[in-house]
Protein backbone atom coordinates (compact mmCIF):
# COMPACT_ATOMS: atom_id res chain seq x y z
CA UNK A 1 0.00 0.00 0.00
CA UNK A 2 1.32 3.30 -1.26
CA UNK A 3 0.36 6.36 1.22
CA UNK A 4 1.39 9.92 0.36
CA UNK A 5 1.85 12.06 3.46
CA UNK A 6 1.93 15.94 2.67
CA UNK A 7 4.02 17.67 5.58
CA UNK A 8 2.02 20.96 4.19
CA UNK A 9 -1.66 19.72 5.32
CA UNK A 10 -2.75 21.64 8.19
CA UNK A 11 -2.27 19.20 11.24
CA UNK A 12 1.68 18.90 10.64
CA UNK A 13 1.63 23.46 10.99
CA UNK A 14 -0.11 22.61 13.99
CA UNK A 15 2.44 20.01 15.28
CA UNK A 16 5.56 21.80 14.45
CA UNK A 17 3.76 24.65 16.28
CA UNK A 18 3.64 27.08 12.75
CA UNK A 19 -0.27 27.74 13.70
CA UNK A 20 -1.70 27.56 16.89
CA UNK A 21 -4.36 25.76 18.76
CA UNK A 22 -6.11 25.71 21.73
CA UNK A 23 -4.58 22.65 23.29
CA UNK A 24 -6.43 20.03 25.01
CA UNK A 25 -3.83 17.56 26.25
CA UNK A 26 -0.68 16.15 25.21
CA UNK A 27 1.18 13.40 25.14
CA UNK A 28 4.27 11.62 23.58
CA UNK A 29 2.51 10.52 20.65
CA UNK A 30 -0.23 12.80 20.51
CA UNK A 31 -1.66 16.03 20.46
CA UNK A 32 -5.65 16.94 20.98
CA UNK A 33 -6.87 20.53 20.57
CA UNK A 34 -10.37 21.97 19.71
CA UNK A 35 -11.65 21.95 16.82
CA UNK A 36 -11.50 25.22 15.19
CA UNK A 37 -15.39 24.74 13.97
CA UNK A 38 -17.05 23.01 16.14
CA UNK A 39 -20.18 20.87 15.43
CA UNK A 40 -20.95 20.06 18.91
CA UNK A 41 -20.95 21.94 22.50
CA UNK A 42 -17.17 19.54 22.86
CA UNK A 43 -15.26 18.64 19.64
CA UNK A 44 -11.95 17.76 20.02
CA UNK A 45 -9.23 16.36 17.58
CA UNK A 46 -6.96 13.94 18.26
CA UNK A 47 -4.06 13.50 16.18
CA UNK A 48 -0.65 11.28 16.38
CA UNK A 49 2.12 13.27 16.29
CA UNK A 50 3.97 10.82 13.08
CA UNK A 51 2.81 11.49 9.74
CA UNK A 52 0.24 8.97 8.85
CA UNK A 53 -2.96 10.09 6.30
CA UNK A 54 -5.31 7.83 7.65
CA UNK A 55 -6.41 5.16 10.16
CA UNK A 56 -4.84 2.31 7.18
CA UNK A 57 -1.81 4.23 7.20
CA UNK A 58 -1.67 4.80 10.94
CA UNK A 59 -1.90 0.73 11.76
CA UNK A 60 -0.17 -0.31 9.38
CA UNK A 61 3.05 2.23 9.21
CA UNK A 62 3.12 2.92 13.64
CA UNK A 63 5.24 1.39 15.76
CA UNK A 64 2.95 -0.26 18.75
CA UNK A 65 4.05 2.12 21.03
CA UNK A 66 2.38 5.34 19.03
CA UNK A 67 -0.83 3.16 18.15
CA UNK A 68 -1.45 2.52 22.46
CA UNK A 69 -0.59 6.17 23.02
CA UNK A 70 -2.35 7.52 20.54
CA UNK A 71 -5.65 5.74 21.55
CA UNK A 72 -4.65 5.96 25.37
CA UNK A 73 -4.69 9.68 24.22
CA UNK A 74 -8.23 9.69 22.93
CA UNK A 75 -9.64 8.25 26.73
CA UNK A 76 -7.49 10.65 28.51
CA UNK A 77 -9.59 13.11 26.42
CA UNK A 78 -12.69 11.66 27.37
CA UNK A 79 -11.60 11.08 31.21
CA UNK A 80 -10.07 14.58 31.46
CA UNK A 81 -13.32 16.46 30.22
CA UNK A 82 -15.69 14.16 32.54
CA UNK A 83 -17.37 12.87 29.42
CA UNK A 84 -16.89 8.70 30.36
CA UNK A 85 -20.30 7.26 31.27
CA UNK A 86 -18.81 5.11 33.75
CA UNK A 87 -17.02 8.03 35.71
CA UNK A 88 -20.67 10.03 35.43
CA UNK A 89 -20.63 12.14 32.22
CA UNK A 90 -22.96 11.76 29.58
CA UNK A 91 -20.93 9.97 26.92
CA UNK A 92 -19.39 11.19 23.56
CA UNK A 93 -18.87 9.80 19.95
CA UNK A 94 -15.64 9.06 18.27
CA UNK A 95 -15.04 9.87 14.23
CA UNK A 96 -12.37 9.53 11.91
CA UNK A 97 -13.69 10.20 8.60
CA UNK A 98 -11.25 8.41 5.66
CA UNK A 99 -10.20 9.25 2.11
CA UNK A 100 -13.08 10.74 -0.29
CA UNK A 101 -16.41 8.80 0.73
CA UNK A 102 -15.61 9.43 4.52
CA UNK A 103 -14.91 13.57 3.21
CA UNK A 104 -11.99 13.45 4.80
CA UNK A 105 -10.43 16.82 4.67
CA UNK A 106 -7.28 16.97 6.37
CA UNK A 107 -4.68 14.77 5.37
CA UNK A 108 -3.34 13.71 8.62
CA UNK A 109 -5.00 10.98 10.58
CA UNK A 110 -7.25 12.26 13.18
CA UNK A 111 -10.11 11.45 15.75
CA UNK A 112 -12.97 13.61 16.49
CA UNK A 113 -14.39 13.17 19.70
CA UNK A 114 -17.70 14.81 20.07
CA UNK A 115 -19.63 15.81 22.67
CA UNK A 116 -21.56 17.77 25.40
CA UNK A 117 -25.29 17.15 24.10
CA UNK A 118 -27.25 14.38 22.74
CA UNK A 119 -26.06 14.01 18.85
CA UNK A 120 -28.20 13.56 16.22
CA UNK A 121 -28.27 10.37 13.67
CA UNK A 122 -24.69 9.37 13.09
CA UNK A 123 -25.35 9.83 8.89
CA UNK A 124 -28.17 10.98 7.00
CA UNK A 125 -30.82 8.65 6.99
CA UNK A 126 -30.65 8.94 2.98
CA UNK A 127 -28.48 5.70 1.70
P1 LIG B 1 -12.12 15.92 8.58
O1 LIG B 1 -13.23 16.28 7.64
O2 LIG B 1 -12.40 14.68 9.38
O3 LIG B 1 -10.79 15.89 7.86
O4 LIG B 1 -12.08 17.08 9.66
C1 LIG B 1 -11.12 18.09 9.71
C2 LIG B 1 -11.50 19.00 10.86
O5 LIG B 1 -10.42 19.88 11.08
C3 LIG B 1 -12.74 19.85 10.60
O6 LIG B 1 -13.71 19.56 11.60
C4 LIG B 1 -12.22 21.29 10.72
O7 LIG B 1 -13.13 22.17 11.34
C5 LIG B 1 -10.96 21.09 11.55
N1 LIG B 1 -9.93 22.12 11.39
C6 LIG B 1 -9.45 22.63 10.23
N2 LIG B 1 -8.47 23.52 10.48
C7 LIG B 1 -8.33 23.58 11.82
C8 LIG B 1 -7.49 24.32 12.71
N3 LIG B 1 -6.59 25.19 12.25
N4 LIG B 1 -7.62 24.12 14.04
C9 LIG B 1 -8.54 23.23 14.52
N5 LIG B 1 -9.35 22.49 13.73
C10 LIG B 1 -9.26 22.66 12.41
Known amino acids: ?19 PNQTVL ?5 LAFR ?10 LVI ?21 GFFRAVRSVSETLG ?11 LIANTGTDG ?6 FHVHVLAGKRLGPMVSPDV
Not at 83 to 92: F, H, K, R, V
Open 1 to 19: MAYTYDDGNIFARILRGEL
Open 35 to 44: DIAPRAPVHV
Open 83 to 93: LEPGDGGNGYR
Open 103 to 108: VQEVQH
Open 26 to 30: ETEHA
Open 48 to 68: PKGPYVSFDHFMAGATPAEIS
